[in-house]
Each structure stands twice: as C-alpha cells, then as structure tokens.
C-alpha cells in the first residue's frame, strides 16, 4: 500500500476568530496600562487583531542589563503585560473575575542593544480556569528576540474595589 500525500496535507486554515468578549479599543487598552510597570519601561499597545494583541517597547535605559543589552527581565515583563491585557479582554465578567499570571517561561534568542521590539501574543490554549498565551518577541527587522510562554489563572475576585472604574474606562 503508497501512502499519497495529498491525503496528509492539513486542511486549510479557518479565518481568525475574534477571541475578545470585552469591547476595547488600543486607547481604552493604554488608559488601563496608565500607571503601571508597562508605562514606567514604555511599553505601547499598538496593535489589536481579532486573535492577538501586539505591544511595543523601547531598548533603552530603562530595558537595558548593565552590559548594555535587552535584559531579560524586560522581555518577560513585556510578555507578562501583554499577555495579562489580552486574558483580560477575554474574560466573560472582569467586574466578577480576574486574569492572574502563574508561570511564565522565556528564551532569549538574541541580544539587542538599541530600538525597539515588538511583542505579539496569541492564544494557545482559553480555557474556563487558565489562559495560555504563546508571545514572540521581534526586533525591527522581524528577527526572533525571545520567544515566551505565559499560563493566566482565571480565578474568581474576592472584592471589587478599584475595578468599578476599570470596567466603566471600556
């Protein structure tokens, strides 16, 4: 018996599905990020499709490790932050639960000295109690900087104080 390849091959990919339950738009998504670590290190939100969320952040003083390159702790708050945002726009009621990291792992591909990366997160896996996201990090030139994985527990809030103005900023 052959084996006929045609009968292997994947079937076609489906158009991206809109994975969002939370109206947002990037102004909305950058009023929520005021204030926080994103705004101290630069982080920008510049992008959002129906299945990922793209950021952007400047290499510089705030990013670099004293040896002058990307510090690695810089991408993985990138990774953190974007993958946060993105759990949080697909959360059925964000005023009754919340999107909190538990794990996160990264591996530096290649080091940067000046610019700026951008960070897209997709979704691997938007289950009921976790979100995993799957984040690349690029250069300019779409070269791999880090490639990151990032695991959300959805977990039920305790008290709503402070999030009344967040939901109400959407």
């Known amino acids: 018996m052959t084996r006929n390849d045609a009968t292997c091959l994947s079937p076609a990919p489906s158009p991206p599905e809109r994975i969002w339950k939370q109206d947002s738009d990037l102004s909305a998504i950058a009023a929520l990020a005021y204030g926080s670590m994103s705004a101290h290190l630069g982080i920008r939100f510049i992008e959002i499709g129906p299945n990922f969320l793209r950021a952007s952040m400047q290499v510089d003083h705030?990013?670099?490790?004293?040896f002058g390159r990307l510090h690695g702790g810089a991408s993985c708050v990138l990774t953190e932050e974007i993958g946060?945002?993105?759990s949080w726009l697909c959360?059925?009621?964000?005023a009754v639960e919340a999107a909190v990291g538990i794990q996160i792992s990264a591996n530096h591909l290649r080091?940067?000295?000046?610019g700026q990366v951008i960070a897209t997160a997709r979704p691997l896996h938007l289950g009921r109690s976790t979100h995993v996201w799957d984040v690349q990090i690029e250069d300019e030139e779409?070269?791999?900087?880090?490639?990151?994985?990032?695991?959300?527990?959805i977990i039920r809030?305790?008290?709503?104080?402070g999030i009344t103005e967040i939901c109400s900023q959407t």
């Open 142 to 153: 779409y070269r791999p900087i880090c490639i990151s994985r990032l695991t959300l527990a």
């Open 157 to 161: 809030r305790t008290s709503t104080e």
């Open 62 to 66: 705030r990013t670099r490790q004293p």
């Open 84 to 86: 946060s945002m993105a």
């Open 111 to 114: 080091g940067k000295q000046a």
């Open 91 to 94: 959360l059925e009621d964000p």
